[in-house]
T-cell receptor, first 111, second 108 residues
Framework: SQTIHQWPATLVQPVGSPLSLECTVEGTSNPNLYWYRQAAGRGLQLLFY??????ISSEVPQNLSASRPQDRQFILSSKKLLLSDSGFYLC??????????FGPGTRLLVL | AQRVTQPEKLLSVFKGAPVELKCNYSYSGSPELFWYVQYSRQRLQLLLR??SRESIKGFTADLNKGETSFHLKKPFAQEEDSAMYYC??????????FGSGTQLTVLP
């Protein structure tokens, strides 16, 4: 069966520090992968998606970037965090039936 | 452009009462609509999709193309239905467009 992992679960970082959040998927190959940010009152905002290794599409201009160095690994990064980067970040993969399966999320607090 | 609107951020109903979570969409083609749910301390997960025409946990949703709506309904709400509900649309793009979500609270 397929599973999706995210780490860390929680992260507290100072403004201006770098960021690296990792997402890995097991039990499937060549999945479409997604990074979302979930903010209270603002719903689920798609940040990036990837259809394959090295292929990244950005949905909104921002301080963040994404990379897909391996088929089942999706990384969300920043060189310098802003206060506004605080939030709950979700990774997801999409099955052939168009259903998206979400990871447990990473709560990021930038101070 | 694809857009999903969930007009209610918060919705409270009493146990046993009917509940309807509203979802309206904007898309010029034939959309595929979904409802996702996130219970407290659990992962966001698929609740139902319109092409399946199924009832999950007593919930149903009918796609109304004339009104561009996909409201989620349940005739008798239960306390365990309390959760965050997201409506989502898949159009021509590879990604889903989510609404802003509705936090449902079912009161005892």
């Amino acid at each position: 069966s397929q599973t999706i992992h995210q780490w860390p679960a929680t992260l507290v970082q100072p403004v201006g520090s770098p960021l690296s959040l990792e997402c890995t998927v097991e039990g499937t190959s060549n999945p479409n992968l997604y990074w979302y940010r979930q903010a209270a009152g603002r719903g689920l905002q798609l940040l990036f998606y990837s259809v394959g290794i090295g292929q990244i599409s950005s949905e909104v201009p921002q301080n963040l970037s994404a990379s897909r160095p391996q088929d089942r690994q999706f990384i969300l990064s920043s060189k310098k965090l802003l206060l506004s980067d605080s939030g709950f970040y979700l990774c997801a993969w999409k099955s052939s039936s168009e259903t998206q399966y979400f990871g447990p999320g990473t709560r990021l607090l930038v101070l | 452009a694809q857009r999903v609107t969930q007009p209610e951020k918060l919705l409270s109903v009493f146990k046993g009462a009917p509940v309807e979570l509203k979802c309206n969409y904007s898309y010029s083609g034939s959309p595929e609509l979904f409802w996702y749910v996130q219970y407290s301390r659990q992962r966001l997960q698929l609740l139902l999709r319109h092409i399946s025409r199924e009832s999950i946990k007593g919930f149903t949703a009918d796609l109304n193309k004339g009104e561009t709506s996909f409201h989620l309904k349940k005739p008798f709400a239960q306390e365990e239905d309390s959760a965050m509900y997201y409506c989502a649309l898949k159009g021509s793009a590879r990604q889903l467009t989510f609404g802003s979500g509705t936090q449902l609270t079912v009161l005892p």
